[in-house]
Every structure is written in structure tokens, then in C-alpha cells.
């Protein structure tokens, strides 16, 4: 049975992307992606240029915003990567696993990467077809790795999960490892259901993800500021941040919330208040 999902989940994503990628011309795709756009609930009056310059879906859904459509929170350390839904908020430690939206995972299995932490943070966003499709940098610092997880296409919208559990481990996904100031952090961006490409327009060697094996980037001589851009998906799907040894009193969104990019999300990352206080119970 998971076979015969993958394949039609695999098929879905390849008959979207075709339908996605048509160009209308002038002025067909003024109806059409209108049509398309108000089915889906886009937001087109924020967007950088009029429908009518607009050729396909997916230049719809990959869709630059206005200059200063949204507000970079200056007071936030940590701000969200893109506009979407906070569907979990959890916790990390190196003992217990996490559980995203109800479902139990284990943190070296999600980013395929040696993990530690005392205790820590992780958020979870969902982006809805009718989000704005592109992410940013959550905080200034420096990407040290770049892994291209290949896998399904299974949808990872909250009211399918019981049908596909473990998504985030079986979809193709791409594991950022950051560095802020010597301490690590992750941004995990997860494909879903008609979600073939996530992109990276900066990194070259990550142009076509789609590839049958596991692919490892080494990228740490580029500082990224806060809220700089860094890529986006092709239709929408979940960011994963986790944020070790950083408590849950730093968190400013919470379950259910709406968040748009550039808003916080964290007060403050790997204080050292936090620090001294696991040093106390470890005495």
C-alpha cells in the first residue's frame, strides 16, 4: 500500500507541475491564473507585479512581494522564515523524542545529522497554497552545511496526517545547519504533495534537487543577514526550525498562530541565563 500511495503521490506531483508550469499568454492569463488565484485565495494586491505580467501558475506561486509588504520585527533575535501557520511548538533534549503535529520522531532521523542538545526549542509552519511561497534567513549567520534529502511527495497538510504518518522523515526535504555567533541551529525545509522543487537560487550545486541519491553541501564563507531571502518552494509545504539549548520561555508565537515573515518568533537564542541555570541542576 505505501508503494502504490508513493506512486500516486509521486504521478500527482509530476501532473501539477506540468499544469503549474503552462504559459498563458496575453490576455488568457489574466482569466485563467485570476480564476486560479481567487480558487486558491492568493493575495495578489501585495504582489511585486500586475497579473497580466504573471505567465504561469507557477510564476504565481513563486511570486516576489511589493517592497516593504512586510515588517522586519527589529527587536526580535529571531524572526519567522516565511508566512504560514505554527502548527507545533516542541522540545528538544538529546533523551526524548519530538513529537510534530502528534506524531513521534526522532531528531537524527528529520536532519541526518549528529544532534545534541541539553534542552532546546523547535517550530514548526505550515505554508497553505495560498501563502507567499519564498523564505528567509530566521537570524544573521552562517549556513555551515547544505543536505538534500531525497523521498516521497506525501501530503503534509494536518488533516491528511493519520492517512501518511512520518512524513517529514519520508518526504523530500533540504536540512540547513546554521552557526550564529558559534552556536548551531537548523532550518528544515520539507516538500509535500505537489511540491517538486525547493530552491535555492544562491546555491548553485542545489539548482535541481530532485536527484535519486543524498547529496551534502559544504557552504560557510557567506554571512546571511536577517531576513535576507534564501529560496522557496514551489507550492506550499513545512519549515522545521530547531533551536538547541534555548528554553521555551524565548518562544513568542505559540500553537495555531498566523505568522508572516519577518515577525518573531524567538526572543532570544541559546542565552546565557539558560546556560547558568542547567549548570545549577547539574550540581
Known sequence: MGLIFRI???????????????????????????????????NMIEAEKPLSQ??????????QL?????????????????????????????????????????VQDLIQDPFAANQGVGINIYLAPHNYHRFVMPMAGVIEQVKHIPGAYFPVNPSLQFMFPKTFIKNERVVLRCNTDGKRWYMIMIAALNVGGIKLP????????????????????????QAEELGYFMMGSSIVLLFPDTPASELTVHKDDVVHFGQSILKQFNTHDFHEELKEELR
Request: net charge neutral.
Open 202 to 225: 544562491w546555491y548553485e550545486a542545489l539548482q535541481n534537487p530532485s536527484t535519486p541519491n543524498e547529496s551534502t553541501y559544504q557552504q560557510n564563507d557567506h554571512l546571511f543577514i
Open 66 to 106: 511589493r517592497p516593504n509588504s512586510r515588517r522586519i520585527d527589529a527587536e526580535a533575535e529571531v524572526v519567522s522564515p516565511a508566512d504560514g501557520r505554527v502548527m507545533d511548538t516542541f522540545s528538544l533534549t538529546n533523551e526524548r523524542p519530538i513529537f510534530i503535529k502528534g506524531t513521534e520522531y526522532n
Open 54 to 63: 504573471y505567465h504561469s501558475f507557477q510564476d504565481v506561486f513563486t511570486r
Open 8 to 42: 500516486v503521490c509521486s504521478l500527482s506531483c509530476k501532473i501539477a507541475w506540468i499544469l503549474a508550469s503552462i504559459k498563458w499568454p496575453y490576455p488568457l492569463n489574466v482569466v485563467v491564473l485570476g480564476i486560479l488565484g481567487r480558487l486558491f485565495g492568493i
